[in-house]
């Protein structure tokens, strides 16, 4: 089976990316919008359970992050992705990479760049006319993000959430 | 904000269910499969934090349970509903129950009759063809939940979990 690591923002931000996946994201209908933490990656059923405890050790050992939102991008010519680009930060980074170290490496096929994908699988005349209007809005968003999920993949393509994981010792 | 709060059965019985979901189910993009524990009910953000730690200390003091799949049924008359109906057990009931005490009393419009949504807002013809061949057919299927989500709903009307909570005391 599929999972993946996901953080979703909050409502507000959740909202305003729909309002422009509805029309340029064909993943729309498949997940909320979400910051992805960890890539897609098989699990066996068998390993589930010790991948999960080292994902609740990791949680705990990592702490609430800034989600900073500077400004819409996109993944061009890699693909025809558009996105709302987040700031590094140090929390962020050390969340994500110790959701990669020891049991829980996987090989990465693209360097982590935090984003939140609002619009991908777009042809080239409507990313580049959607993407020219983007470039002229200022965007600027900040939470405090405290959890994040691990999900499962269904036969259709779409995301359930498997558990959710509190960042911090003292997080509850 | 509207939240809800819900069981999501495995990811064979997700798949069982969205089969006709697909087809059937007018909300099917809107949120994976599930039994729902709790109607949807308005939270205001001063009282989330207190109700997520209520919810917490319920999950505890509860039980995993048995879903076991009866059969297929209908809601018809009173909505153009199909189903899958989970029998009632002890432990099943209590957490229901638990959910809906103290500061998480909240006013139900209907009985609680644990299902699985597998088709909605169907007119009648086809509502009255799909059961007709369903009623047919024997389904059974069991499983042990050990878990359960805490959802809020989005402006689209799709739902994002919040949290998940392990049931029981030793559950992790």
């Not at 994500?96 to 049991?103: F, N, T, V």
């Amino acid at each position: 089976m599929k999972y993946g690591i996901a953080v979703f923002p909050s409502r507000k931000l959740q909202d305003l990316a729909n309002s422009y996946r509805k029309r340029y994201d064909t993943k729309y209908s498949m997940i909320p919008p979400h910051l992805t933490l960890k890539d897609p990656f098989p699990v066996e059923e068998s390993e589930l359970e010790g991948l999960v405890r080292e994902i609740r050790k990791t949680a705990k050992e990592c702490r609430p992050f800034k989600l900073e939102i500077i400004k819409y991008s996109s993944f061009y010519p890699v693909t025809n992705t558009l996105y709302m680009k987040a700031a590094e930060n140090k929390e962020l980074i050390e969340l994500q990479e110790s959701l990669d170290k020891g049991p829980l490496e996987r090989k990465r096929e693209h360097p982590f760049i935090p984003h939140i994908t609002i619009g991908q699988e777009m042809d080239y005349d409507e990313l580049s006319d959607v993407f020219g209007r983007l470039k002229l809005e200022t965007i600027h968003h900040e939470e405090l993000i405290d959890r994040f999920s691990l999900l499962y993949q269904l036969e259709n393509g779409a995301w359930t959430v498997h558990e959710t994981f509190l960042l911090g010792e003292d997080n509850e």
